[in-house]
């Protein structure tokens, strides 16, 4: 059986995208929007939160990515999609 639970970079990688989308769609990114688009409790979004402050990949108080953090993302998409070939590749009937 598989474990469906995310990993801490899924985790990051699914809030800095809430970010960026937010960021994107509303001029700023809002928390309570933040933690409803990244799928996360409350308490666990704002402890990751401040893991990736800590990491320098997110500025809290304005609630945006930094560099790093979009270097992050960026590379994290190559890896979705490197997946998403191997999966058609070897494992599509």
């Known amino acids: ?10 985790i990051f990688f699914d809030i800095l995208n ?11 990114a809002r928390p309570t929007r933040v ?15 401040n893991e990736l402050e800590k990491l320098h990949m997110i500025s809290k108080s304005s609630l945006s990515i ?3 953090g979009r270097g992050f993302l960026a590379d994290y998409n190559k890896i ?4 998403a070939k191997i999966e058609r590749v070897y494992f599509s009937r």
């Open 18 to 28: 809430a970010i960026s989308h937010e960021s994107l769609e509303n001029g700023v």
């Open 66 to 68: 930094t560099k790093k």
């Open 80 to 83: 979705k999609d490197l997946q």
């Open 35 to 49: 933690h409803n688009r990244s799928k996360l409790s409350y308490d666990k979004m704002q402890s990751n939160l």
């Open 1 to 10: 059986m598989l474990n469906n639970r995310r990993g801490k970079l899924e």
